[in-house]
């Protein structure tokens, strides 16, 4: 109630009215948008915000109470009642919020979804409203050193999202080009036979072979014979200790394919070669650890033929 003894609302939507030192602070500790902000959790002029109404008790002197807000970004109030008590009040319904009527659709729509639970706050963006600007405005060129500021060519490169720093002979998971398995006798074709050849269902170890060039990448695999031969030894009782070796390809001399960068899954490391930190046939090893497979042929897979 105000002191009029009319019934007020909980909550209180708008769009934050200043900019510069009269900010508000979001009130959530955990704020969602500081990590846009540099660390800082003020609420920009033109931000959507929702305040609760705090009724402040009466201070030691005698003064009145009075009702105040807690200002939080939007989506930084939805983010609060994650972690509130059961029993503590949370926004139910639009019409818990003074000044719904008058947001932005899009805002509207938005605040009824986390309401209903369909989104989730973390995932929610707001309009930056009439006073915000559509995006965060670029920082200020140093014109004492303009060549500091102007992204070279690697970089762009780099900010290409199809861009990964791949080299040649490079052990990468891979998917790749094969039969379906409704194709009557594709067992018996070779890989991309009649034109119908599709992306395999789960990757397999390859060595990149070439440079990438305009997306694509060529990719060599495991021979049939030295996948047989490997199979045979990983499955015989002799060569018990060291199936671990055996698992997966080391070499790498069978067929050669070309595929779409965005197939091969450099996110997931390839099988180490032996224990040392340095991942290379044939090294000598400078930190201490014993690595002799790199240097013999007494394993399989490793020597003259995989150097």
């Known amino acids: 109630m105000d002191e009029s003894g009319n019934l007020l609302h909980k909550w209180k939507a708008d769009y934050a009215p200043r900019g510069g030192g009269g900010r508000a602070q979001c009130r959530d500790k955990d704020c969602l948008e500081r990590f846009d902000q ?3 959790t003020t609420i920009e002029k033109g931000c959507l915000r929702i305040g609760r109404r705090v009724l402040m008790e009466q201070d030691r002197d005698g003064g009145t109470a009075n009702i105040s807000f ?8 939805f983010n609060t009642f994650l972690r509130a008590r059961k029993l503590t009040r949370v926004l139910e319904s639009e019409f818990d919020i003074e000044g719904f009527s008058s947001l932005q659709h899009e805002d509207q729509e938005t605040i ?9 706050p973390s995932n929610a963006r707001f309009n930056t409203g009439e006073n915000q600007p559509a995006q965060t405005p670029a920082k200020r060129a140093n014109d004492s050193a303009p060549h500091l500021t102007m992204p070279s060519a690697e970089k762009k490169r780099k900010m290409d999202p199809n861009y990964a720093e791949v080299t040649t002979g490079q052990r990468v998971w891979t998917f790749f080009r094969c039969l379906p398995k409704d194709v009557p006798g594709a067992a018996a074709l070779p890989p991309g036979a009649a034109g119908v050849a599709v992306k395999s269902e789960k990757p397999e170890l390859a060595m990149i072979r070439e440079e990438p060039t ?3 990448i060529i990719i060599q695999f495991e ?6 031969e490997r199979i045979e030894l990983y499955q015989s009782k002799r060569h018990k200790r060291i199936r671990g070796w055996l698992r997966f390809p ?7 394919q070309r595929v779409p960068m965005s197939w091969l899954q450099l996110k997931r490391n390839p ?3 032996c224990g040392c930190k340095i991942q290379a046939w044939g090294h000598e090893c400078p930190c201490g650890i014993a690595c002799g497979r790199g240097r013999t ?11």
């Open 214 to 216: 305009a997306g694509n």
């Open 271 to 273: 099988p180490a070669l």
């Open 250 to 256: 080391r070499l790498f001399e069978g067929r050669k």
């Open 112 to 120: 009824r979804k986390l309401i209903a639970g369909i989104e989730k």
């Open 38 to 40: 540099g660390g800082v």
């Open 70 to 77: 807690m200002w939080h970004h939007a989506r930084c109030i």
């Open 297 to 307: 042929v007494q394993v399989w897979g490793v020597g003259d033929t995989a150097a």
């Open 223 to 228: 021979s049939d014979e030295h996948e047989k």
